[in-house]
């Protein structure tokens, strides 16, 4: 069985960082290509970090040099680390890994940026 596992979310002020992870088991993070989406109240789910099998990154514009995705094969562990964080970055984020058009999806971290 397939399983990603979200965590790291919380309450943060703007300005703040923090470092969400997901945990996979049943699959290798390093032949997935693994990524972050995020789901606002009221919008669509959005990617904003992938991460390929060869370790090509990409980006939504919105997050560009605040965030960075990466993983780690022996844990089996993707992260998203987010600096400078704004309200708007407020959101379900979302681990996803995909293969050949296979999908899996985590359940959801909230992410809260308010003061």
């Known amino acids: 069985q397939v399983q990603l596992v979200e965590s790291g979310g919380g309450l943060v002020q703007p300005g703040g960082s923090l470092r969400l992870s997901c945990a996979a088991s049943?699959?290798?993070?390093?032949?997935?290509?693994m990524a972050w989406y995020c789901q606002a109240p009221g919008k669509q789910r959005e990617l904003v970090a992938a991460?390929?099998?060869?370790?090509?990154?990409n980006y939504a514009d919105s997050v560009k040099g605040r965030f960075t995705i990466s993983r780690d094969n022996a844990k089996n562990t993707m992260y998203l680390q987010m600096n400078s964080l704004k309200p708007e970055d407020t959101a379900v984020y979302y681990c996803?890994?995909?293969?050949?058009?296979?999908?899996?999806w985590g359940q959801g971290t909230q992410v809260t940026v308010s003061s």
């Open positions: 991460i390929t099998s060869s370790g090509m990154t």
């Open positions: 996803n890994a995909n293969r050949r058009g296979l999908a899996y």
């Open positions: 049943g699959i290798s993070v390093s032949i997935y290509t």
